[in-house]
């Protein structure tokens, strides 16, 4: 059965930082690609950040580049997204994705597998 644990949401004023998590299980994780979406209220979801396998390649949204980080740990099956100087437009519920395919994730098309989301919230 896989699993994507995410955690590290919560509340954090503007210009705060926070580090979200997502622990694997299940899924070969050093051969999957891993993304991070979020979902606004009354909006999409949308696609924030992707990392390759090996975590040498990493693709970001516009509105994230230059303030968010992903990377992964593949001892511990674990992807992470350091967000930095956050904005009150990056309040959403925030979704880890895995998929076989670096590509289905830029496209945000036919992804295998997602977390349950966690909420963060930025405060003005």
């Known amino acids: 059965q896989v699993q994507l644990v995410e955690s590290g949401g919560g509340l954090v004023q503007a210009g705060g930082s926070l580090r979200l998590s997502c622990a694997a299980s299940?899924?070969?994780?050093?051969?999957?690609?891993m993304g991070w979406f979020r979902q606004a209220p009354g909006k999409e979801r949308e696609f924030i950040a992707a990392i390759d396998w090996s975590g040498g390649i990493t693709d970001y949204a516009d509105s994230v580049k230059g303030r968010f980080t992903i990377s992964r740990d593949n001892a511990k099956n674990t992807v992470y997204l350091q967000m930095n100087s956050l904005k009150p437009e990056d309040t959403a519920v925030y979704y880890c994705?895995?998929?076989?395919?670096?590509?289905?994730?830029?496209?945000?098309?036919?992804?295998?597998?997602w977390g349950q989301g966690t909420q963060v919230t930025v405060s003005s």
């Open positions: 299940g899924i070969t994780f050093n051969r999957a690609a």
């Open positions: 994705a895995a998929d076989r395919s670096r590509g289905n994730l830029l496209k945000h098309v036919n992804i295998d597998y």
